[in-house]
Structure formats: structure tokens, C-alpha cells
């Protein structure tokens, strides 16, 4: 690993502080945002800001389901099938869009705090070492066996961070 790439954070306080400082971040950008550049513009693959906002709420949604170990599935959080679930990211995020397309802004937007608030109070009451645990302990049907942090980094404030981009990309048209 470069110096350059990021890193998990090594405590449950630094984890905290970059999801609240992540979608901070990501809650001024997309109050910039007119309710017309929600909706209207679409990039190449006819996905619209809104469309990005509810991919990230699912995504959100599915780790959650892991760390609260309700017996939900992750991809059944997600609204998939088992078989969907098995299917490329692409495929998935594909079905995801299409299942989710004709939801109002306010919906979508209310659904990605719930999606944010909901893993950022599970992730407040998980021990610290739970964080540290492998992705199999959260779902055994996996082989993974990072550490869950990375998934729950990874499905929030860099998924932020990832999509700003491709939405700038989206209004700025």
C-alpha cells in the first residue's frame, strides 16, 4: 500500500468522526442541488443524482442488516434475491436502479438519512472490536475475512466520496 491510498480507521472514534465528517460533507454538496438537477439530467447510463442517492441508501442499508445480525440477509436488505445477489456489482446496481427509479427526490433523500442514521446509531452501539471482526462472522455464507470495518467504510463516506464526482459530472451538463 501507498502512502497515498486511504486506510480504515483504527478505532471506533476515528471510524465516528469520518462518517459524521463524510456526510457532512456530502449533505452541504447536495444541498446545492436544485430539485429539477434531481431528477432531469441523467448520465450515460441513464442514471439520474436521485438514482445515485438511493444506490447509496441500499448499499447503506445492506451492511446494516450485516452488523445488526437480525437474520436479514445483506442483499435482502437490498431488495435482492438470493440469485440477484449473485450477479456482477453492475447487474446488481442495475436491478437496484430500475426497482427504485420512479421514487419522488423527497422519498429518496428522507430514505438515505434513515439509510445513514440507521448505521451510524448501529455502529455507535457495536463494540469496538466488533468492528475488527471478520466479514464471515457477519455473514456466514461469505468466505471474506477482512475485517467488516472496511465494508462499513466503504459503504459510506467513500461511497460518498465516490459518487460526488459522477453526480458534479451529472448537473454540470
Known amino acids: 500500500m501507498s502512502n497515498n491510498e486511504p486506510q480504515d480507521p483504527t478505532t471506533k472514534t476515528e471510524l465516528l468522526e469520518k462518517m459524521e465528517q463524510g456526510w457532512q460533507s456530502f449533505q452541504q454538496f447536495l444541498g446545492t442541488l436544485t430539485p429539477t438537477q434531481l431528477t432531469e439530467p441523467r448520465d450515460a447510463a441513464g442514471w439520474t443524482v436521485k438514482d445515485h442517492l ?18 436479514e440477509t445483506r442483499w435482502g436488505a ?11 456489482f453492475d447487474q446488481r446496481n442495475a436491478i ?3 426497482q427504485h427509479r420512479d421514487l419522488p427526490p423527497e422519498v429518496v433523500l428522507a430514505r438515505l438519512q434513515t439509510a445513514h442514521d440507521r448505521m451510524l446509531k448501529c455502529v455507535q452501539e457495536l463494540p469496538e ?9 457477519y455473514d456466514s455464507t461469505s468466505t471474506q475475512s477482512a475485517p467488516i470495518i472496511g465494508w462499513i467504510v466503504a459503504d459510506s463516506y467513500e461511497h ?14
Open 78 to 88: 437490498m431488495g435482492l434475491t438470493a440469485e440477484e445477489w449473485t450477479l456482477d
Open 160 to 173: 460518498y466520496a465516490e459518487h460526488t464526482p459522477w453526480i458534479q459530472a451529472i448537473v454540470a451538463v
Open 129 to 137: 472490536a466488533a468492528l475488527f471482526y471478520p466479514y464471515q462472522r
Open 54 to 71: 438511493i444506490h447509496l441508501a441500499i448499499w447503506q442499508d445492506g451492511v446494516t442488516a450485516l452488523l445488526e445480525q437480525k437474520g
Open 96 to 98: 437496484i436502479q430500475h
